[in-house]
């Protein structure tokens, strides 16, 4: 029996730093658009699903996606746990991917990696960012799906409602419960210094410029040396990583 990876990108309109993100467009597709191309080049997954929220704000989101022949659904605007379950619940999928469309740029070269990785070995959860290495808009995790239902189930800090995969990461490997069995998939060199996913207006410009002089079909690594090459991080570099979640995590306690 085939191996059934079903990959889910959330999307929403709300961001407070930076209002309707992923519909920002350059040279005539949104960011939206551009990350579901690319990801539609992964041989590996057998389905993508865009989750949005039930916000009327989102109905545009809902639209396009399924306007551009992705499946789609609607859920909880605060209970992203919530809504990932629920978009995936009914598929009988083995094995999910989580990804963010605020990363227009993700390679779906990498993606196909970990989850060749994640069929490979008996882990509950392997990303590539448990250790930050990748560059940030390049985050990819691959979890099986009972993994997503026992979070579901069982998460209870807002930071775990939040984001999805917190309490797996809290539950294993020695942690919490010692619930899951989790991996770090590793990368050769450290590019955490490297930002290309969208919170901000000066990501949005960076973002930018690295479609209107490499197009939108080239590897992370072409992007990373391009921007290395070129003196860009210091566009974003005063942008702080994974922000939402580090404020989760406060209101936690």
């Not at 290495?133 to 979070?151: C, I, M, N, R, W």
Request: with cysteine; proline share 2%.
């Amino acid at each position: 029996m085939d191996i059934k990876t079903v990959l889910i990108t959330q999307a929403r309109s709300g961001s407070t730093r930076l209002p309707g993100k992923v519909l920002k467009e350059v040279n005539g597709q949104s960011l939206l658009e551009i990350h579901l191309e690319r990801l539609k080049k992964c041989t590996k997954v057998s389905k993508i699903i865009v989750a949005t929220t039930v916000e009327a704000a989102d109905e545009i989101i809902y639209n396009n996606a399924i306007l551009r022949g992705f499946a789609a659904s609607r859920g909880s605007e605060n209970d992203v746990l919530d809504r990932f379950y629920q978009a995936v619940k009914h598929e009988n999928a083995d094995w999910i991917v989580r990804v963010t469309s605020d990363c227009p740029l993700l390679d779906p070269g990498l993606v196909d990696e970990i989850i060749s990785y994640a069929h490979a070995n008996n882990y509950d959860y392997i990303a590539n960012g448990l250790i930050e290495h990748y560059p940030d808009g390049q985050d990819v995790e691959v979890f099986k799906f009972s993994a997503l239902e026992t979070a579901w189930k069982n998460a209870k800090l807002n930071s775990e409602r939040e984001h999805v995969t917190p309490y797996i990461r809290n539950n294993a490997n020695g942690k919490g419960t010692d619930t899951f069995k989790i991996v770090n998939y590793p990368c050769e060199k450290d590019y955490s210094n490297i930002r290309m996913t969208v919170d901000e207006q000066a990501d949005f410009d960076l973002i930018t410029h690295l479609i209107q002089k490499l197009g939108t079909d080239k590897t992370w690594l072409d992007y990373t040396n391009y921007m290395i090459k070129n003196d860009l991080t210091k566009m974003n570099k005063q942008i702080i990583r994974n922000e939402g979640f580090l404020k989760s995590l406060k209101n936690d306690q």
